[in-house]
């Protein structure tokens, strides 16, 4: 491959990306780990939930990502690697160790931010490390809007009298 296409950026997403990265979207983060360690991913890698890996509808593969937890302003660093996810609601599927950087293993799912980076830049603008969190108020151990409707719509037995 000749030089010059080896620094080429992959495809950016509209808007371009700035110095400090571009907002690309808000949503919810699920995460995956144990059950698809060391299968093949969309890209062909073999995916290891130790690395800081995530899947992403339609950013290119080796896109990097900085993903913001809405809910605590802490924020990771994703290379994007496979294809997903497929579950309503959802912007992006993280690795296990990026799900614990953030957080959220024992959640399930998280609201967050995905800012797009430059093919050098390998951290979170630093814009984002000191920044406000973006939903201040709402107690992580709190149950989500989804997980409350679910719960009242289960039908509940009757206790048993003895």
């Not at 994703?78 to 799900?99: C, K």
């Not at 709402?138 to 003895?162: C, G, I, L, M, N």
């Amino acid at each position: 491959m000749p030089p010059a296409a080896e620094a080429q950026a992959p495809a950016e997403e509209p808007g371009g990306v700035s110095d400090g990265g571009v907002l690309i979207g808000r949503g919810l983060a699920s995460w995956y780990g144990p059950n698809l360690h060391g299968r093949r991913t969309a890209s062909g890698e073999r995916f290891d939930r130790y690395e800081f890996t995530a899947a992403h509808r339609t950013l290119p593969f080796g896109a990097r990502v900085c993903v913001r937890s809405a809910l605590t302003g802490k924020a990771v660093v994703v290379r994007i690697n496979d294809r997903g996810p497929f579950g309503p609601g959802r912007v992006i599927d993280l690795s296990q160790a990026a799900a614990e950087e953030l957080g959220m293993v024992g959640l399930g799912i998280k609201p967050v931010e995905l800012w797009h980076l430059g093919p050098d830049e390998d951290t979170c603008p630093a814009s984002l490390q000191d920044a406000e969190v973006v939903a201040p108020g709402v107690d992580e151990a709190a149950p989500s809007p989804q997980r409350k409707a679910r719960a009242k719509a289960r039908p509940r037995p009757k206790p048993r009298r003895r």
